[in-house]
């Protein structure tokens, strides 16, 4: 059984930077790309961020580039997203997912198969 569970959500002020965790279960750690989404009250799934198994390639939605960063530590089977110049706008229950296949490159929510329960993250001005 894959379990994720992510950590590190809170109330930052707008400027401000906040790390999210996510702790894998080991045997998939390395072998399937992994993601990062968000969901606003009201708002459907939205993709952030995702890395390859290898932690070499890593792609960004446009709203967050330049300002948050996806990283894994293979020694602590963790994800990790670096989230720097928080917005009011990137308010949002983040979660942590795991894609279905590892050959799979996506930003489609339906493509991930395994996701943590989620943390909140608020911006206020």
């Known amino acids: 059984q894959v379990q994720l569970a992510e950590s590190g959500g809170g109330l930052v002020q707008a400027g401000g930077s906040l790390r999210l965790s996510c702790a894998i279960s080991?045997?998939?750690?390395?072998?399937?790309?992994l993601g990062w989404f968000r969901q606003a009250p009201g708002k459907e799934k939205e993709f952030v961020a995702r890395?390859?198994?290898?932690?070499?390639?890593?792609y960004y939605a446009d709203s967050v580039k330049g300002r948050f960063t996806i990283s894994r530590d293979f020694a602590e089977n963790t994800l990790y997203l670096q989230m720097n110049s928080l917005k009011p706008e990137d308010t949002a229950v983040y979660y942590c997912?795991?894609?279905?296949?590892?050959?799979?490159?996506?930003?489609?929510?339906?493509?991930?198969?395994?996701w943590g329960q989620g943390t909140q993250v608020t911006v206020s001005t």
């Open positions: 080991r045997p998939t750690f390395t072998s399937h790309p």
């Open positions: 890395i390859r198994g290898s932690g070499t390639g890593t």
């Open positions: 997912a795991r894609t279905r296949y590892t050959g799979t490159w996506s930003s489609r929510p339906q493509d991930y198969e395994y």
